[in-house]
């Protein structure tokens, strides 16, 4: 007998929601919502957080603009899952590149958005690196590294002062 646990699910939304729209929704699902309303937190009862994502969409996509859902926290995997309605058009594309792959539009969708992360990654350490190097060209390694840590561990980013 499977078991069923709750699941955190965040709705991010195409649109902000009107408050009337928030009302509404969350009288059929209790839902959080953030400052400008165009990101909510939901929680679930589901067999799987694949099912989960699944039974909101069901649940709030006539309702809502809703553009992307995820599991709010990773899986045992590390893995995070996602709920995206495609148009047919782009349905259409995603099958056709997966055939020419010779892949399922599943495992393509997988190793596209993998890569683009990966992809991403590389170019936000690429800039840091580059401005890591034009802080380096004004300030010795100690004062970068002093003022790095001191705005890491407290919440004013204040540096400490330089030596002359």
């Known amino acids: 007998m499977a078991v069923t646990s709750h699941h955190a699910v965040e709705i ?15 009288r059929s699902v209790p ?17 799987s957080p694949g099912n989960a994502l699944h039974v909101l969409r069901r649940r709030l996509g006539s309702r809502l603009p809703i553009d992307v859902l995820s599991t709010h926290y990773p899986d045992r995997h590390g893995q995070v899952r996602l709920n995206v309605a495609f148009s047919r058009s782009a349905e259409a594309a995603i099958r056709q590149a997966a ?7 599943k495992e393509f969708l997988g190793q596209s958005v993998t890569a683009a992360l990966a992809r991403q ?3 936000r350490c690429r800039l840091l690196e580059i401005r890591l190097q034009g802080l380096l060209a004004h300030h010795t390694p100690e004062e970068v590294l002093a003022c790095a840590a001191t705005a890491l561990s407290s919440r004013h980013h ?7």
């Open 158 to 164: 204040r540096c400490p002062p330089t030596r002359p």
């Open 121 to 123: 990654q590389q170019d």
């Open 31 to 47: 839902l959080a919502a953030n400052a400008d309303r165009t990101r909510l937190m939901a929680v679930q009862r589901a067999y």
């Open 12 to 26: 991010v939304l195409t649109r902000p929601l009107t408050a009337g729209e928030l009302k509404r929704a969350g």
């Open 99 to 105: 055939a020419a792959l010779g892949q399922r539009p």
